[in-house]
């Protein structure tokens, strides 16, 4: 079975929102809240920032976002109705987020609207990753920050040993949980070749997830930063 967030429109609203509680329940977990805040620390936010997350889910990454210091709006894209229909509502009240339906390889918003754009574990699920960067590109201010961070799914193992079987099962996994494993290793071509400059490679390793609903619901469904124009 093929990544199902590379079609995610597609598929029932009940699997969607299944795959909502999912990125919800993940976006919880201590240790990847401690990775988001870390490289978003990195960041230099300019005072007033106009910061876009493309593929936003349900929106708790967008969330935290629009909270950050310096940042005056956060808006989270996302091609699943279900997906924005959940954000949008977790976000009632809070003026300055909001959650649109789109596809990141064309947004809808024009040249220069952004100081930042955040892809959160998202790119490696994209179906022609490059142009959706070129569209970060595109939608970014002179100088605006591109901060990318996602798994390095090439690396993902479950051998003890040369020739263990259970590496198969590794690679089944990945095929089916992610669309593009290699993304991390042709990150720094992909996005140079949109004009960006690449600024800071950092690895944050292993992530352990112990939460038993958190690994049910992914069987059962089968960071860079960089300156811009």
Do not use: N
Request: proline share 7%; with cysteine.
């Amino acid at each position: 079975m093929p990544d199902v967030y590379a079609t995610i429109a597609e598929a029932d609203p009940e699997t969607q929102q299944r795959l909502a509680d999912v990125l919800e329940l993940r976006a919880a977990d201590a240790q990847q809240r401690a990775m988001l805040e870390a490289y978003l620390s990195e960041l230099d936010f300019p005072h007033q920032a106009r910061v876009l997350e493309v593929g936003c889910g349900p929106g708790p990454v967008t969330r935290v976002l629009a909270a950050w210091p310096g940042v005056a709006e956060a808006v989270g894209v996302d091609p699943s109705p279900v997906f924005i229909a959940r954000a949008r509502e977790k976000a009632a009240g809070v003026d300055r987020l909001r959650f649109e339906e789109g596809d990141g390889r064309a947004l809808s918003f024009p040249d220069g609207s952004f100081h930042v754009v955040v892809f959160h574990t998202t790119l490696c699920h994209v179906p022609g990753s490059d142009k959706a960067v070129a569209e970060a590109f595109r939608v970014l201010r002179p100088g605006g920050l591109l901060a990318i961070f996602d798994g390095d799914y090439a690396s993902t193992t479950l051998a003890t040993g040369d020739h263990d079987p259970l590496q198969c099962c590794a690679d089944a996994a990945m095929a089916t949980l992610v669309h593009d494993r290699w993304l991390v290793r042709r990150l720094p071509d992909v996005v140079r070749s949109s004009g960006f400059e690449p600024m800071r490679i950092r690895s944050h390793g292993f992530v352990e997830i112990t939460e038993p609903g958190y690994m049910l619901t992914l069987v059962e469904a089968g960071g860079i930063g960089l300156r811009g124009p």
